[in-house]
């Protein structure tokens, strides 16, 4: 385990995919998931109406459906939509 006070983490993970000729994610966990909420936000280049990226907020539930619990933990997914897909997915 990392020991650290900082609130604030970035992990880069590859995208996994839930079927095979699909381009859903899987955000599934050993006790829970990761659900989007909300919409999805375009990052630009400031000054410019160039889209570089989309940013996803996601709630993690404890459990599965239909005894899932919301907890209190919230991650923002970052996609580039400058490079091929499925190359990296930035997680804060």
Known sequence: MVKSN????????????????SKRFKRTTKNGFWKATGKDRKIKIRGSNNVIGIKKTLVYYNGRVPDVVRSCWVIHEYHATTFEDNKVLIFK
């Open 6 to 21: 900082d609130p604030e983490w970035f992990f880069l993970c590859p995208i996994d995919y839930k079927y095979a000729k």
